[in-house]
């Protein structure tokens, strides 16, 4: 049986960057406070990724606003939904991907979409470009591509967890399979695979902070194009994005040390 994704792991300065963000991962798994906090660190985590993927999507507002719980904007909201999910949607990941991606755009989608079109993958051959990436797939197409998806997350790979996890987003993000909160659920999915397949078991490093830097959008239009290069690139941003992740966790895990 053919392993695309170690195809994947394999290209350019992908192996180089994949173990770089696993020695971070581990070494922030070693830091002290995680011995008795770590579900106080992972709660803070999330709240950041989901503020970062709400940020990114155009909704910019204060940590502290949200910590407040004073946030009422949609997106915000959305986004704090679909973070919150992950820890129940982890055993479902491998075995009904397609259901788990549902739940999340229902979370995700709530007050943005129309009732009946939560959780559907859109009909239409159009959908909104927030990023400005292009015209999407049409509806056939996405269809087909999303059962590949679907798929690759289901089968038996070689490949390390952050290359799935790089490719789930993307095709995600590119695809734009529900035409609405699609940045969200692309980047919870990254989460919750790096979560269940082991490269961040705890949830404790919020990857989305790192896609907020400049050049996301460049990034996803990278892999657009197909090429070695192109998805290579995606791949190395995404290994690039988790070591972010590690700075904030542990700037969380210093602070609660010093109390």
Known sequence: MSDPLAVIAELPGVPEAVDEARQAVDR????????????????????????ASAAIE??????????????????VQGALRASAELGRLGPTWRSAPRQVLARLHTLAARDLAEEESLGRPRVADSAPDPLGLGPAPGAKETAARLEALVALVSAPSKAPA?????????????LRVFGTADGVVARAAERLTL???????????PVELGHLEEGYAAGLRAYLTGTRDGVA???????????????????ICEALQRG
Not at 28 to 51: C, T
Not at 58 to 73: A, H, I, K, N, S
Not at 162 to 174: D, K, M, Q
Not at 238 to 244: D, E, L, M, R, S
Request: glycine share 8%; charged share 25%; proline share 5%.
């Open 58 to 75: 155009g909704v910019d507002v204060p940590l502290e606003q949200l910590r407040r719980g004073e946030v009422t904007d949609p997106v």
């Open 233 to 251: 690139s995606w791949v190395r941003r995404c290994a690039g994005a988790v070591i972010v992740g590690v700075r904030e966790t542990t700037a």
């Open 28 to 51: 922030l798994y070693r830091h002290r406070v995680l011995r008795r906090r770590s579900p106080e660190v992972s709660i803070e985590s999330s709240l950041r990724g989901a503020r």
């Open 195 to 205: 979560v269940e397949f082991g490269l961040d078991p705890k949830s404790l490093v």
């Open 162 to 174: 952050l290359v799935l996890g790089a490719i789930v987003h993307a095709e995600l993000a590119v």
